[in-house]
């Protein structure tokens, strides 16, 4: 065990380095969401042209990108699951150029499936938190996130699995926070928006573990349904709701939350 791991853990002097690492993390946070309303904006693709954005940045990263699905003539990567989505995307204010995408996949009957439910069901074996103990109409799922390359630059975030908000193991230390995907959060963060004002009450994902575990530095908390599979490389299912949400969310990226929620909202609003 390494000298500042023991000190962690040692009474007295433990706590307080553990309350001063917690200090600068807030403070580290408040930098971030200025840093992040200073130069991105989320937006709701609230019409035809702004969702075939969206379909494009997907191409770009699942079809050319990772080769998760084959390349369409149109550019376009489009599901099933699409017509019963809503949308948002972070763009960069300097060059009015998107930077990714997120979906949340509803449903209001059951024949509207969840991908989840549809492609990994046997993976999850939470009983309690399964999503047929819900109303469908208050279930939702978080997925196809992608972030193009153009906007991973950095040395941390060279490397395949950052396209999905993923982010390097050999980056994962004491240092990680400093090199942490912050357009990802961004895109959680209008997902958990999008979820929350549309009624949503419980909310699943399937994500890489280490993207999880980083999850935890800014205090979204997701509960691991079951073990990882091979599913467009290892991920497990993941349940979180509001309440967990909100109630975890570290006092710096809180801050980073009401402004994303700001924007959200104002334009979610716009189309009611």
Sequence with gaps: MSWSKKLLNAPVIGNVAKRLASMKVNHDAMNIAEHFTQFLQPEVAINDELRDEVFRIRHNVYCEE?????????????????????????????????????????SISD???????????????NKELHPSNFPRHEIAEISRLAV?????????????????????ETSYSETELRC?????IG??????????ETGVKHVYVMMEPRLARSMKFV????????????????RAPYYINPTIFMENLTPGFRCLYNAIERDICSQLRRLN
């Design 66 to 106: 990772l080769a998760f699905e084959q390349v369409k003539d149109e550019g376009k990567e489009q599901d099933e699951f699409d017509a019963q989505s809503i949308f948002s995307m972070i763009k960069h204010k300097p060059t009015e150029t998107y930077t990714s995408c997120v979906r949340v996949v509803k």
């Design 180 to 184: 942490f995907p912050f357009i990802a």
């Design 219 to 234: 205090g979204i908390n997701f509960i691991q349904l079951g073990d990882a599979i091979d599913y467009h490389g290892l």
């Design 148 to 168: 193009k390359a153009d906007f991973r630059r950095r040395k941390a975030d060279k490397f395949k699995g950052s396209a999905i908000g993923a982010i390097s």
């Design 187 to 196: 895109l959680y963060m209008a997902a958990a928006t999008m979820s929350i």
């Design 111 to 125: 024949d509207e499936l969840l991908p989840i439910e549809k492609y990994c069901m046997a993976a999850i074996q």
